[in-house]
Structure formats: C-alpha cells, structure tokens
C-alpha cells in the first residue's frame, strides 16, 4: 500500500532555478526519507529527517517536515540539468520492521 | 559505500516459465532485505521483506506462492517469480539497510531487474 501522495507529479524548470516538492503522509512515522531514481535504474538516498526534526540540510538540499500536517518539503535549489530525475518520499512507520513505504513520485525535468 | 548488487538487470521470459532473481549485499551483511515491484512511471509497491534465515513477510494482496523468496544467507536474497505471465512483467528491486535494526539509516538499492514475460 502507498503510503503518501507527493505534489507536483511532475515539474519542469530551466536550469538555476529552484524546485520544491511536497510529499503528505497518513500514518505515525518514525522518519522520512527521500530517494531520487534515475529513468530505469534503482534509487539513490538523498536525506532523511527524523519524527522529532524540523528542517535538515544537505549541499543543495533542504528538507522539512511537518508532523502536525503530516507532510514534508524537498527543495532543490539552483537546479542543474543533472537534477533531472523522480524524486520519492519515503516514510518509515513507528512500530514495524523499518520498511520503507514510498509516495506517488514527482519527475522533475531541468532544462539547460 | 554500502553496495546492493541485483542480476539479472534484464530477463525476457515466456509465459510459464520461472524466473530467479538475485539481490547481493557486497560490502555488508543484511539480515533483513526488502523486494519492491515498480510499474512504469509509477511508485514502488513492496512486495514482501525478506528475512534470513526465516520465512520471508508478505504484504497484503502479494501472492506468497506466486512470489518466492529466499534468504539463505546474510549476503543473498532471492525472488523467484514462478509460473510467470504478461502481467507480471515489471521493474523489481530489492533493497537492504546496512545498520540492523536501526530503522534511522537509509535503504540501500540495487539496480533493478526488468522483467518481461511474453
């Protein structure tokens, strides 16, 4: 079962700019996590943020979360055409054997 | 880094037929390894965690006996699709956390298999 919805489903920006994407959740959760796939190939972990985190840093990326509205934020920022990709939510629920349930998935386009 | 190794990356198959595939953690034990299904342009459905040493832990709707899975040691787990047909043409990847029981640390992925049954 799916765990979260992730909006945009996909987003198209020109290189430089930033990119945000937002993912909500239905279920307690111990942390979030984000994963980007290249086309046809397996998942990279990006950041993860845990239950009690606000916002976490990493290079070029910022994540927030929200645990009152059950929902969290990637921004991208000055994209590059590198960046180009499907970035996932993923949330690991309180109580379970730490497997990872994915959101809806948002394909980011970066234009050079 | 923590390296997850999954082969076949393609397999072409006729209905019928089995399939095995694959998922190797390199440089880590995993006692735990996770299969997920992926179909175009969509997300990843998780199909079963694996567990070593013990049956494996499917999820609803996931067929076990359609979905076998195997994992006989600390570095290798395997999903076998048996009896395959069109539908179960799809992307599968396993996955596997370095640090046992910590659920905060990232999943490592392999690759993929792309599966087609004709």
């Known amino acids: 079962s799916q765990q979260g919805e992730e909006d945009p489903q996909a987003l198209s920006i020109q290189e430089g700019e930033n990119a945000t994407m937002n993912c909500s959740y239905k279920?307690?959760?111990?942390?979030l996590q984000w994963y980007r796939q290249n086309s046809g190939r397996g998942l990279v972990h990006l950041i993860l943020i845990r239950s009690n985190e606000r916002e976490k840093h990493s290079g070029r990326l910022r994540v927030t979360l929200d645990t009152s509205k059950k929902s969290s934020s990637l921004l991208i920022t000055a994209s590059r055409a590198a960046d180009t990709a499907s970035y996932f939510c993923?949330?690991?629920?309180?109580?379970?054997?730490?497997?990872?349930?994915f959101g809806q998935g948002t394909t980011l386009q970066v234009k050079p | 880094g923590a390296v997850v190794s999954q082969h076949p990356s393609r397999v072409i198959c006729k209905s019928g037929t089995s399939v095995k595939i694959e998922c190797r953690s390199l440089?880590?034990?995993?006692?735990?390894m996770f299969w997920y299904r992926q179909f175009p342009k969509q997300s990843l459905m998780l199909m079963a965690t694996?567990?070593?040493?013990?049956?494996?832990?499917?999820e609803q709707g996931v067929e076990k006996d359609k979905f076998l899975i195997n994992h006989a040691s600390l570095t290798l787990s395997t999903l076998t699709v048996t009896s395959a047909h069109p539908e179960d043409s799809s992307f599968y990847i396993c996955s596997a956390r370095v640090l046992i029981g910590q659920y905060n640390s990232p999943l490592h992925f392999g690759n993929g298999t792309r599966l087609t049954v004709t």
């Open positions: 694996s567990n070593e040493g013990s049956k494996a832990t499917y």
């Open positions: 440089d880590f034990q995993a006692t735990t």
């Open positions: 279920t307690s959760i111990n942390n």
């Open positions: 993923a949330t690991s629920s309180s109580g379970n054997t730490g497997k990872l349930i």
